[in-house]
């Protein structure tokens, strides 16, 4: 990294936690000495938060390396350790979903409500002939059901697969036949800018295709008609007039318990496999200890889908294990108004937020006088997942949004670490704006460079973990070879790491002076220009550190002279002067921005002012397909594209010279 890059991220602002929050936090500074001193013990103390049947006899099995098992032995029920426990102890009235439909309708389940559907769902499902082991398709809209339908396959112990409610019909197709599903549970269609979205047609299309599968249960949420055929029932027929009488059975603490298809940019999705007792260990602990929950007092938030593994891990398993009253809601952030995330917060009295920079960007652009609308001060903790988070969100999220007092954990994890792995502790760690700071307790990461050696402080690289966590992912399902290959084999267990095995993640990071770390975007994304490595999340937070600008792509395009050249777009913030020459003279203000920000070297060839840029549904920006428009390609795979007609907008203006 060239020493102007490594200015951007003297980042020197640093806020301690507040100190009442300090002061009672769940998770306190010793945590971190307690977990070195002897992290199998630490991870044997936190599985001990969850009710188990039958106690391990061995907490890792890490013989058969990089194949873990963790609780070796153990017994428990996930749904009992998510619900019935709650029940059994006194809690059942308490609020578990305050659930909030786009149109407007609400619905709310207390834990004794979600109890009961989710045995009314685990007997339907039973009679359907699902059995431990059998995997079941859930592709539902944000819906409770969607909660229940998970938790009712945990309970039997069949193994869930979430399609996201966005994919298509052959993506669809493609998860169902990965997994041989057996049943897929829908709906009719969910609520989606205003307007019906159907779900089931979808369904109709890829069941054709799927001869695994032999039932196909539809809840009733729009009430639009739908195609029926004789393996639809259902579900206010089926479930909902079952018996609400179930007894949990324990299961392995291996036993799988999901599988979720990552995204995939380019390659064929992976579906990554968890498992029971140690991915809800992690996942529970993790909710207490990142998101300091009180769940007699807080009232929690994820805006994530359930589709994506924030769902899975944040709204359903971490905050019903710990028995949180939480709230859930089905559409979009700008429907019927931009303030609608707002008004939630304000009138359900959310204490925890937990959301995306892509959406803290986006209420940049809309403007700081949206939140200030609203009452927000019941709000004392915020999160942040799912990219980079750049120094000027951050420190926009905490002052529109946080009052400029609340702390804000932004939280480094993927679909295959299952759980949190590096974030501040909201009670104990002095965060800085764009860092992820450190591991958590029970978790080894480092920066390691191409020979796998560990950088020093002040130096970047690839980030890896090298131990070995309760929540990891196990496989690759039905494809042991690839499970190796995209994670072990860059520094496996060979010579680089001394004989260890160490986990690739895939994400640049670099440690700063202080040894805390930043997370620097996928390696596929780095750019080389005239020899030097730039990170495209560093010219990113340049551009977005101007006040014109609320978010940025940036991507290295082709360059006959330094190799690679940088192209970015950019979002101007709402109040931004864009037209004509006021257009080109913000143009050569950025240009100049990130030149002096970064130095020379990082200045954009080229900048293009774009009204949006183009997302995956889980609302990552798709730098592939800015490269093909960069470089004058047609577009690859748009299929895992929110909305293809941004396109469209960026290429048109894409017309124009340097
Ligand atoms: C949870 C989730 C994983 C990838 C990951 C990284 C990026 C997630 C981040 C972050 C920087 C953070 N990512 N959180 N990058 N800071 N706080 O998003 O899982 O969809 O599998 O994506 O997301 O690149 O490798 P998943």
């Not at 070995?468 to 690759?476: A, F, G, K």
């Amino acid at each position: 990294m060239s020493e102007a890059l490594a200015n951007l991220l003297n980042e020197t602002r640093q806020f301690p936690p507040p100190a009442e929050l300090a002061a009672n936090a769940n998770v306190k500074a010793d945590a971190y000495d307690e977990a070195a001193a002897d992290r199998l013990a630490f991870w044997e103390r936190q599985a001990g938060r969850l009710t188990w049947a039958k106690q391990w006899d061995q907490v890792l099995d890490w013989s058969n390396a990089p194949f873990a098992k963790w609780f070796v032995g153990g017994q428990l029920n996930v749904a009992y350790n998510c619900l019935d426990r709650h029940v059994e102890a006194g809690r059942g009235d308490k609020v578990a979903i305050h659930w909030e439909g786009e149109p407007g309708d609400t619905r709310t389940f207390t834990y004794a409500d979600l109890h009961r559907l989710t045995c009314q769902a685990a007997n339907a499902l039973t009679d359907l002939g699902v059995t431990a082991g059998d995997r079941v398709a859930i592709y539902l809209p944000m819906i409770p059901e969607a909660a229940v339908a998970m938790l009712a396959c945990a309970r039997i112990g069949a193994t869930h697969s979430v399609v996201f409610g966005g994919f298509s019909a052959d993506a669809l197709t493609n998860r169902i036949q990965d997994a041989s599903a057996k049943v897929v549970i829908t709906a009719d269609g969910g609520f989606r800018r205003g307007k019906p979205s159907a779900l089931k047609p979808t369904v109709d299309e890829a069941v054709a295709k799927c001869p695994s599968v032999e039932h196909v249960l539809v809840v009733r949420r729009t009430g639009e008609d739908v195609a029926w055929s004789e393996k639809d029932h259902w579900w206010h027929e089926t479930v909902e007039t079952a018996s609400p009488e179930h007894t949990a059975q324990p299961f392995d603490a291996e036993h799988p318990l999901f599988i979720l298809y990552t995204s995939g940019t380019t390659a064929r999705p992976k579906g990554i496999l968890h498992t029971t007792g140690g991915y809800l260990t992690q996942t529970s602990y993790t909710t207490h200890a990142v998101f300091d929950l009180k769940p007699e007092t807080d009232v929690y938030w994820c805006t994530a889908d359930i589709g994506w593994v924030t769902g899975h891990s944040y709204i359903v398993y971490g905050p019903l294990s710990n028995g949180a009253t939480q709230v859930m809601y089905e559409g979009t952030p700008d429907t019927p108004h931009k303030g609608r995330l707002w008004e939630i917060v304000d009138r359900y009295k959310v204490t925890i937020l937990y959301t995306a920079p892509t959406l803290i960007r986006t209420m940049m652009k809309w403007g700081e006088d949206i939140p200030a609308g609203y009452d927000l001060s019941s709000l004392r903790l915020l999160g942040s997942v799912g990219e980079p988070i750049n120094p000027e969100a951050w420190i926009w999220y905490r002052q529109h949004i946080g009052r400029g007092e609340l702390p804000v954990v932004d939280t480094w994890w993927q679909t295959e670490t299952g759980a949190i792995m590096i974030s501040p502790l909201p009670g104990v760690t002095e965060a800085k704006p764009g860092s992820a700071m450190t591991p958590l307790p029970g978790i080894v990461a480092d920066v390691v460079d191409d020979q796998g050696a560990s950088v020093p402080n002040g130096g970047g690289g690839y980030l890896v973990l090298k131990e070995p966590w309760p929540s990891m992912l196990r496989t690759v399902w039905g494809d042991d070879n690839r499970f190796l290959e995209t994670y072990w084999s860059r520094f496996g267990a060979g010579a680089n790491s001394g004989g260890d095995w160490v986990y690739f993640a895939g994400d640049g990071a670099k440690k700063d002076d202080d040894g805390h770390i930043w997370l620097l975007g996928r390696v596929d994304d780095v750019m080389l220009v005239s020899g030097h490595n730039i990170s495209t999340t560093e010219v990113e937070s340049a551009l977005v550190s101007h006040p014109s600008v609320a978010e940025a792509a940036v991507v290295g395009a082709t360059d006959p002279t330094t190799g690679q050249a940088i192209v970015a777009f950019a979002i101007p913030r709402g109040s931004a002067e864009t037209g004509g020459e006021a257009g080109e003279q913000l143009i050569a203000d950025l240009r100049n921005h990130v030149a002096k920000t970064l130095g020379p070297i990082a200045k954009p060839r080229q900048i293009m002012l774009v009204p949006e840029l183009p997302k995956t549904r889980s609302g990552k920006i798709m730098r592939r397909l800015l490269r093909d428009v960069a470089e004058h390609r047609s577009l690859g795979d748009v299929t895992t594209l929110q909305d293809s007609s941004v396109m469209e907008l960026i290429s048109a203006g894409m017309g124009g010279g340097k």
